[in-house]
């Protein structure tokens, strides 16, 4: 791995430290070459610091370890993008990240609707709202729900339609999603255990 160092006059580049599960990103620091080469020899990830002037393990004191996953170069060879498994809060001041958010997974436009079903959940009195009257329904309701749209998936699977098979996907995807939070789960629930199901 060619780092170019000698850009700076310091001999440092910035490494970003990203979760290598949740591929949140948790912190922001800087390597010279011998911090790099620490980092690849003890697995721990490992910075200079700016301002004790040395080089040093995150972690040493308070053991919440970066251990490294893998590193990879931008295009101009002078940053670095660290995959880590953190070994506790990444912050000095105690969060998950260095910008006060917790470190948890996120699965885009899934979540944000994961985040839509459970106010309605928690807010069934909205009568105009479809989800808001499934829970109202109960689990019966919402289980058939997933039933039905289980089966008009398949259906439209053995046609030639790729519109409706789409759609009728997305209904059973959201009806799902829906069938989860009755039964007190999330998404990410379920992506635990393919995960422990997952052999490399």
Not at 9 to 30: E, H, W
Not at 59 to 84: H, K, M, Q, R, Y
Request: hydrophobic share 35%; with cysteine.
């Amino acid at each position: 791995m060619e780092v170019a160092f000698d850009k700076n006059k310091d001999g440092l580049v910035p490494a970003i430290i990203q979760d290598s599960t949740t591929k949140n990103v948790l912190m922001l620091g800087y390597m010279n070459e011998d911090a790099l080469n620490k980092t690849m020899q003890t697995g721990k990830v490992t910075f200079y610091s700016r301002s004790k002037k040395r080089i040093w393990q995150k972690g040493e004191e308070s053991g919440n370890f970066l251990n490294l996953v893998n590193v990879e170069i931008d295009c101009d060879n002078d940053t670095l993008l660290i995959s880590a498994n953190p070994a506790g809060p990444t912050c000095h001041k105690g969060s998950d990240t260095c910008w006060n958010k917790d470190n948890v997974q996120n699965f885009g436009f899934l979540t944000h609707l994961e985040a839509i079903i459970r106010d309605r959940k928690e807010n069934k009195s909205n009568e105009k709202s479809y989800v808001s009257s499934l829970f109202k329904s109960g689990i019966n309701k919402i289980a058939q729900k997933v039933g039905e749209e289980a089966v008009e998936t398949v259906i439209e699977a053995k046609d030639d339609n790729e519109k409706l098979f789409l759609e009728e996907s997305a209904d059973l995807l959201f009806h799902y999603l829906i069938l989860l939070q009755a039964k007190g789960h999330l998404l990410n629930d379920v992506v635990d255990i393919l995960k422990s199901r997952h052999k490399i």
